[in-house]
C-alpha cells in the first residue's frame, strides 16, 4: 500500500540507549516501511518535558477555552502541543517498559495530560465516549519477569482502556515479556509477532 501513513511514536523507557522496547519500536516502523507504507514520522520521548497535572492546570482545564487567562493557557500549553500530535497521527506506536508492575510514571503523566474532557472524551448519559476517531495503535511492552496478561500485569489491559476511553479501538499488543529469564526467545518472539502482524494469510506485507 502506498497511502501516506502518519505516525506519532512515543517512548516510555527511562533508558536513553537501546533499550528493548526502543528497539523493537524501530523495528516495527522499520516493518511499516518494507511493506511500502508512505511513513511521515514524529516522535516523542515521554522522558521530556514531563508535566504532572495539578491544582492550577486542573481549574485551567474546567475552564472554558475562551474564558481562560495567560496564565491558565500556559498551564495547559504542553497538553495542547500532545494533543495536536495525537490528532495528526493516523497511527500510534508506543512503547514502554513495565515498572512496577505499571506504566512508568512519565507515561502516566503523559496520559493525564492528553484525557481531557471535550478534547479526547466526553460524558454523556450511557458513559464517557472517545472523541479522536480513525486512529489505530500498536503498544510494545517489555517486562523484566512479570508474564504479560497475568495477574501482575497492570499495563496491558490499563493501556487498552485508556486508548479505548479515548476513541483508539484498533489496538494490537507486542510484547516481549520476561526479558530477565530468556531475553533471546522473548526478543524473537516479539518480532515475529511484529512480522505476523504484518504479513496476510499469503504472506504477501500488509499495513
Ligand atoms: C524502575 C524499574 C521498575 C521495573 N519494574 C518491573 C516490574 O514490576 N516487573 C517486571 O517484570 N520488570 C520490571 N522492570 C524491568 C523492565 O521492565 C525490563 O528490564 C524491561 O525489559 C526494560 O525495558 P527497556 O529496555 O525498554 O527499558 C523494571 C525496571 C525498572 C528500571
Known amino acids: 500500500m502506498n497511502d501516506k501513513m502518519r505516525i506519532l511514536r512515543l517512548d516510555a523507557s527511562a533508558n536513553p540507549g537501546e ?11 522499520a516493518r511499516l516501511r518494507q511493506t511500502g507504507a508512505d511513513i511521515e514520522l514524529r516522535r516523542r520521548d ?12 486542573i481549574a485551567a482545564n474546567l475552564t472554558a477555552a475562551d474564558e481562560r487567562d495567560a496564565h491558565q493557557r500556559e498551564r495547559l500549553a504542553l497538553s495542547d502541543r500532545l494533543l ?18 505499571g506504566v512508568p510514571a512519565t507515561l502516566k503523566a503523559w496520559i493525564d ?12 448519559a450511557n458513559g464517557p465516549v472517545g ?9 510494545i511492552i517489555t517486562t523484566g519477569g512479570a508474564p504479560l ?17 479515548i476513541g483508539i ?15 533471546e526467545t522473548s526478543f524473537a518472539a516479539a518480532i515475529d509477532s511484529i512480522e505476523k502482524a504484518y504479513t496476510d494469510d499469503d504472506g504477501r506485507e500488509v499495513a
Open 19 to 29: 533499550s528493548t522496547s526502543r528497539v523493537l519500536g524501530g523495528r516495527l516502523i
Open 46 to 57: 515521554l522522558n521530556q518535558d514531563v508535566e504532572f497535572v495539578d491544582g492550577d492546570w
Open 84 to 101: 495536536e500530535e495525537l490528532r495528526w497521527a493516523d497511527h500510534i506506536v508506543l512503547t514502554t517498559p513495565m515498572y512496577n508492575f
Open 113 to 124: 495530560q492528553v484525557c481531557r474532557a471535550g478534547e479526547t472524551f466526553r460524558y454523556t
Open 131 to 139: 472523541l479522536l476517531e480513525g486512529k489505530s495503535a500498536d503498544i
Open 149 to 165: 496478561q497475568s495477574p501482575v500485569d497492570f499495563v496491558s489491559g490499563y493501556l487498552r482502556q485508556i486508548m479505548s476511553f
Open 169 to 183: 479501538d484498533r489496538v494490537q499488543i507486542f510484547g516481549a515479556d520476561r526479558m530477565n529469564v530468556d531475553a
